[in-house]
């Protein structure tokens, strides 16, 4: 087993929180996943974490409409942003989210990387890209997850990932891409090595 997957088994669900003063306290490290509501970000979560229902998954995209934070180990946390996209609620509430998300990308100083998840079959749509301006600016660690690369063969998926790494060739923040499937489980040793970097696991 992957030492990063033994501790990120452990995780626990932490608290929710609708607005930025109902967060956790800004210590320690944390590490953000964001992305459309169609990319399976709850999904991905779960995988990584070996737990089937930690982060709830829905049918209907858009579910998320808290920060979501789940304790690795004391004063290490992965975060749920919320799901962006097509969600089925009024303008008004959708403006809110953003105005949460961005609050929380612009201030939350214990933010270590964000994890972007992409659909590999639809990727770097319009919020996408707004979350690696977003990244090149505040000069944020950005990591992109295309999942569910089940979906497409081996090459296919493959230069899909070339293609979105190459478009973002000069990004000046760190910037890597990989493939994933929740499904499959593919990806899933690229992506423990990441948040093991980023929140800083010990590993022996």
């Not at 967060?23 to 974490?49: H, Q, Y």
């Not at 979350?131 to 230069?159: C, I, N, R, Y």
Request: proline share 5%; aromatic share 6%; charged share 25%.
């Amino acid at each position: 087993m992957h030492p990063v997957e033994r501790l990120l088994r452990q995780t626990q669900f932490l608290t929710s929180a609708q607005r930025l003063d109902q967060c956790p306290p800004d210590e320690g490290l944390e590490v953000a996943f964001a992305g459309r509501s169609n990319a399976g970000k709850s999904s991905a979560i779960n995988r990584l974490t070996g737990q089937k229902s930690l982060a709830r998954t829905s049918k209907t995209p858009g579910r998320t409409q808290l920060l979501n934070f789940f304790e690795v180990t004391e004063g290490r946390r992965l975060v749920d942003l919320p799901g962006y996209g097509y969600a089925k609620v009024d303008r008004a509430t959708r403006q809110q989210w953003q105005k949460e998300l961005d609050g929380y990308l612009a201030e939350r100083r214990c933010l270590r990387g964000l994890v972007l998840l992409m659909d590999i079959r639809h990727p770097l749509k319009d919020f996408d890209r707004m979350l690696v301006d977003w990244s090149a600016e505040a000069g944020m660690p950005l990591h992109l997850l295309l999942t569910k690369a089940d979906k497409l063969s081996f090459g296919q998926a493959k230069t899909t990932v070339m293609k979105v790494a190459s478009s973002l060739k000069g990004h000046p923040a760190p910037l890597t891409a990989q493939l994933f499937s929740s499904t499959s489980g593919a990806g899933c040793d690229d992506a423990w090595d990441r948040l093991g970097g980023w929140l800083e696991l010990p590993l022996d």
